[in-house]
């Protein structure tokens, strides 16, 4: 493993600010620091309401910070602070390095399951729209999809369905960074397999990854050590729902 994490949180700062509750402040980050290094996966966990989908969305460029630094170092750019970082440098980092799997599919409509997929690997430069199809039929295949699906819109699937098409789309090209935060929520025993699988594979290729795992029994599978977030401040039990 390198000396240098991929991964570098360093005191990072997150408030929500409530403007139809006349400003009320609500602080979910407060000095969070985490590292994570290449081939390494860390859980985050703690009680609902700890800002753990919260500091995904900061790791993701998502979400603004009020201080701290989020380095991550990639090996085809210079190391990039996310926390000071222009919307460009955010974009060139998710296509060149930074991959996530969110708990919700967001797509164009009329675009079909497999491009869907696919599009991920041309962004990152990786395939040419031939094998970037390929590499989307294996993974869809390998999720157990069916393939009278592959042609259709996400949007009319099931939600177990479009989740197995957003773990697709995170997994077919090559990240130094991977978010996963609940990929296995909505799937069967027999997919959980298979993500859990696609995760060892990841680790193995080098890629670090942060992820939330509500399934103890996927996180234990996969999780190298825990990191845990602990309440920023009193704050409203829904506070999650922010998020």
Same mark, same amino acid.
């Given at each position: 493993?390198?000396?240098?994490?991929?991964?570098?949180?360093?005191?990072?700062?997150?408030?929500?600010?409530?403007?139809?509750?006349?400003?009320?402040?609500?602080?979910?980050?407060?000095?969070?620091?985490?590292?994570?290094?290449?081939?390494?996966?860390?859980?985050?966990?703690?009680?609902?309401?700890?800002?753990?989908?919260?500091?995904?969305?900061?790791?993701?460029?998502?979400?603004? $910070? !009020?201080?701290?630094?989020?380095?991550?170092?990639? &090996? /085809?750019? *210079? @190391?990039?602070?996310?926390?000071?970082?222009?919307?460009?440098?955010?974009?060139?980092?998710?296509?060149?390095?930074?991959?996530?799997?969110?708990?919700?599919?967001?797509?164009?409509?009329?675009?079909?399951?497999?491009?869907?997929?696919?599009?991920?690997?041309?962004?990152?430069?990786?395939?040419?729209?031939?094998?970037?199809?390929?590499?989307?039929?294996?993974?869809?295949?390998?999720?157990?999809?069916?393939?009278?699906?592959?042609?259709?819109?996400?949007?009319?699937?099931?939600?177990?369905?479009?989740?197995?098409?957003?773990?697709?789309?995170?997994?077919?090209?090559? $990240? !130094?960074?991977?978010?996963?935060?609940?990929?296995? &929520? /909505?799937? *069967? @025993?027999?997919?959980?397999?298979?993500?859990?699988?696609?995760?060892?594979?990841?680790?193995?290729?080098?890629?670090?990854?942060?992820?939330?795992?509500?399934?103890?029994?996927?996180?234990?599978?996969?999780?190298?050590?825990?990191?845990?977030?602990?309440?920023?401040?009193?704050?409203?039990?829904?506070?999650?729902?922010?998020?």
């Amino acid at each position: 493993m390198n000396s240098l994490p991929v991964l570098d949180v360093i005191g990072l700062r997150k408030t929500f600010t409530l403007h139809l509750r006349e400003g009320l402040q609500l602080p979910v980050l407060q000095g969070v620091s985490l590292a994570v290094g290449r081939g390494e996966c860390v859980a985050l966990v703690g009680p609902s309401g700890q800002g753990k989908s919260t500091l995904m969305k900061c790791l993701y460029g998502s979400y603004g $910070a !009020e201080g701290g630094q989020i380095w991550v170092r990639s &090996a /085809s750019s *210079d @190391a990039l602070d996310l926390v000071t970082a222009t919307p460009q440098q955010v974009l060139a980092l998710r296509r060149q390095a930074l991959a996530y799997v969110s708990q919700f599919l967001r797509v164009l409509p009329r675009v079909s399951a497999l491009e869907v997929v696919a599009e991920r690997a041309l962004d990152a430069g990786e395939s040419d729209e031939r094998r970037a199809r390929e590499r989307a039929a294996e993974l869809l295949a390998r999720l157990n999809l069916p393939k009278g699906l592959w042609g259709l819109p996400p949007a009319t699937f099931s939600g177990g369905e479009q989740q197995r098409v957003n773990i697709a789309r995170g997994f077919i090209a090559s $990240a !130094e960074l991977l978010l996963l935060d609940e990929p296995t &929520a /909505s799937l *069967d @025993a027999m997919n959980r397999r298979v993500v859990v699988q696609l995760i060892e594979e990841a680790k193995t290729r080098g890629t670090a990854i942060v992820g939330i795992f509500h399934d103890e029994e996927v996180r234990d599978a996969v999780a190298d050590r825990c990191h845990t977030l602990s309440a920023a401040a009193a704050a409203p039990t829904p506070l999650e729902e922010l998020a």
